[in-house]
């Protein structure tokens, strides 16, 4: 077998792409959409060859090197556009998503590293704190001056978080929260920054005020001081070695009636004044919790687009390779074939490379909506409610995708794509878990196929006979993609195969869009009346549907 072709493999990094010309440059720009200049602005600030983390390194090495890291680029000014909910502006929330992306082109630690301090720690401070909450802990949070933690998951409950057990007891009497872990099960678990680095944490339990029990909130808790030990009653244990992201101390938390101040709660969504009485704006329980995890939606939003660079990393690599790389003699020539000129070697490549522009547009959809949504205040809870939706099966269409695309790339450089330099192992290593945090991937599914019924119920359950008579002629003339928010563009898409004939329109870009559309409304329709001949608070029966 010839090696013409050693590794390391090609550098697809080099750049930020802004240099190509001709095809190339289109489709990064296209790529890139409507916010080309901001993330080619990030990728020349932030370069992912000034991040690649040395795979030899052990565990506690590991961790050293991508705190560090993390604190140079903050030190060159990353990470500073998490705001308030109060100073939100699309600008800001777009920012800060690319900021997330840009550095997922590099170390996977490195972003997860700070996916944890300021997306999700300075995110639940930003998300579910009041102004005062923002001006004492944001800033120092962005800056690094303290290093928190988010801690939800509990070895008992993961995906299921109203079940969570910690409790967050008002003590009338002192003014002060107890917060405390029950039972074994009740520990926060899986926790980053919790094994080392960790100083205070946003903990999420259960608010018990007056002995009646609020639902999931969250309040800060001191885990270390300023020596780094461990506070009286927090006990913090080390998740050890893991299957990837090793730069990241994941770790677990106990706490035996840790006494917090009252101002401690992040009481956005719920708070308790000195005499003990709680308020809320949101009166319904359970949609006060689905308000504040909706506050949290970015860090979904961020996985799967974090998943989708790395898919494109690993597809650049392979496809470069498959370009450079040749095996066996050309029959009719003394040239060796590239392996790209193989039909099965394209099938594997070439329509991912096509499912990696697909999800990248729909990821810039979803981001504009984040920008938008998450910035107006007054925001129609219809559209907050979509963005939940979208955020929850792009995250697990985009992650799903990364595995068995890292997967596949992997085998298409052959024994080169084994070896740790050339990044591959590392990046399917580390973008496997994306599959099981925040949110795991069928979980997530689950909850759209929720959002599109809820959507379903509110076009078609409110109706009267006649509305239902009116809808159904609205929806065979093409409201169908009103419905569903695919907007315009496919509106224009879909009016124009419809006037072409039956052979031309098969090839027609909106033919394809409103078979789609056909689709999902035909799985929505089957699936609603599979429910409404369902006795729904039958387990076995909704669970059968999943089947
Ligand atoms: C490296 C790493 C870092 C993390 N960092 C943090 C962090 O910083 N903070 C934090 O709070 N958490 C963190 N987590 C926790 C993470 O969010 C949880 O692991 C995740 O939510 C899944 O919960 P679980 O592990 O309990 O899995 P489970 O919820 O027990 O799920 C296990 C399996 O059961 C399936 N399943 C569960 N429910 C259903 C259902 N209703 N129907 C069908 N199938 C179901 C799931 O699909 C999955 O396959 C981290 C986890 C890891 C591994």
């Not at 099960?185 to 680095?197: E, L, P, Q, V």
């Given at each position: 077998m ?22 190339g ?25 000034g ?11 590991a ?8 604190g ?7 990470g500073q556009?998490i705001?308030?909910?109060?100073r ?8 800060s ?41 944001l800033?120092?949070?962005l ?12 070895r008992?409950?993961?995906?299921d ?12 009497d ?15 678990t ?7 680095d960790g100083?205070?944490?946003t ?22 001081d ?5 506070l009286?009653g ?11 992201l ?31 009485s ?7 329980p ?12 970015r ?11 790395a ?25 060796e ?15 991912a490379?096509?499912?990696a522009?697909?999800l ?25 409610r979509?963005?939940?939706t979208?955020?929850?099966g792009?995250?697990a ?36 878990v994306?599959?099981?945090?925040e949110?795991?991937n069928?979980v997530?599914?689950?909850l759209?196929?929720?959002g ?8 078609w ?10 809808a ?11 419905r569903?928010g ?24 909106g ?13 929505v ?6 429910l ?13 549907m999943?089947?």
């Amino acid at each position: 077998m010839s090696t013409a072709t050693a590794s390391p493999l090609t550098d697809p990094l080099a750049g930020d792409g802004s240099a190509e010309t001709g095809l190339g440059a289109a489709l990064s720009t296209a790529l890139d959409g409507a916010h080309h200049r901001r993330r080619v602005a990030g990728r020349a600030a932030f370069p992912a060859d000034g991040m690649l983390r040395d795979p030899a390194l052990g565990l506690a090495e590991a961790r050293v090197w991508t705190l560090r890291r993390l604190g140079e680029f903050v030190a060159a000014g990353f990470g500073q556009s998490i705001v308030p909910v109060e100073r939100a502006t699309p600008e800001t929330q777009l920012q800060s998503l690319i900021d997330f992306e840009t550095i997922t082109y590099g170390d996977q630690s490195v972003a997860i590293k700070s996916g944890v301090q300021h997306g999700l720690f300075g995110g639940a401070i930003a998300g579910l704190g009041t102004a005062a909450q923002h001006e004492r802990f944001l800033t120092d949070a962005l800056q690094l001056r303290i290093l928190g933690c988010f801690a939800m998951t509990e070895r008992g409950h993961g995906s299921d978080v109203a079940s969570l057990e910690t409790t967050i007891s008002y003590d009338a009497d002192a003014g002060e929260f107890v917060v405390h872990s029950p039972h074994e099960s009740s520990a926060k678990t899986y926790i980053g920054n919790a094994a080392a680095d960790g100083h205070l944490a946003t903990v999420f339990g259960q608010l018990i005020v007056d002995g009646v029990n609020q639902g999931v909130h969250c309040i800060l808790v001191p885990l270390r001081d300023a020596d780094g030990a461990t506070l009286p009653g927090v006990t913090i244990g080390d998740n050890g070695h893991k299957g990837g992201l090793l730069g990241v101390d994941n770790g677990w938390i106990r706490f035996d009636h840790v006494r917090v101040p009252r101002d401690m709660l992040l009481d956005r969504f719920g708070s308790v004044r000195a005499d003990g009485s709680y308020s809320s704006t949101i009166d319904n329980p359970n949609r006060r919790f689905f308000s504040m995890l909706g506050a949290l939606v970015r860090g979904r939003i961020c996985i799967g687009g974090g998943a989708a660079i790395a898919a494109r990393v690993a597809l650049s690599i392979a496809t470069r390779y498959g370009e450079r790389r040749t095996q066996f003699r050309h029959p009719h020539s003394d040239e060796e074939s590239p392996l790209l000129d193989y039909l099965a070697h394209q099938r594997k490549l070439l329509p991912a490379i096509a499912r990696a522009y697909a999800l990248g547009f729909a990821q810039n959809e979803l981001i504009d909506d984040y920008g938008r949504v998450s910035s107006d205040a007054a925001h129609d809870p219809r559209d907050q409610r979509a963005l939940e939706t979208l955020a929850a099966g792009l995250k697990a269409l985009n992650t799903e995708f990364a595995n068995a695309t890292i997967q596949t790339c992997r085998e298409a450089c052959g024994g080169a794509g084994y070896m740790s330099e050339n990044r591959l192992t590392q990046l399917r290593a580390d973008t496997d878990v994306f599959a099981t945090f925040e949110g795991d991937n069928t979980v997530l599914l689950q909850l759209v196929a929720k959002g599109v019924l809820t959507d379903y119920r509110d076009v078609w359950g409110g109706l009267d006979r006649l509305g239902l008579v009116q809808a159904s002629a609205r929806l065979v003339g093409g409201a169908v993609i009103e419905r569903t928010g695919a907007g315009l563009l496919a509106e224009r898409l879909v009016a124009t195969a419809r006037r072409k004939g039956d052979a031309t329109a098969f090839y027609d870009r909106g033919w394809h869009a409103w078979m789609f559309e056909e689709r999902e409304r035909h799985s929505v329709d089957s699936l609603a009346r599979r429910l409404r001949a369902a006795d729904r608070d039958s387990f076995e029966q909704v669970n059968a549907m999943q089947d």
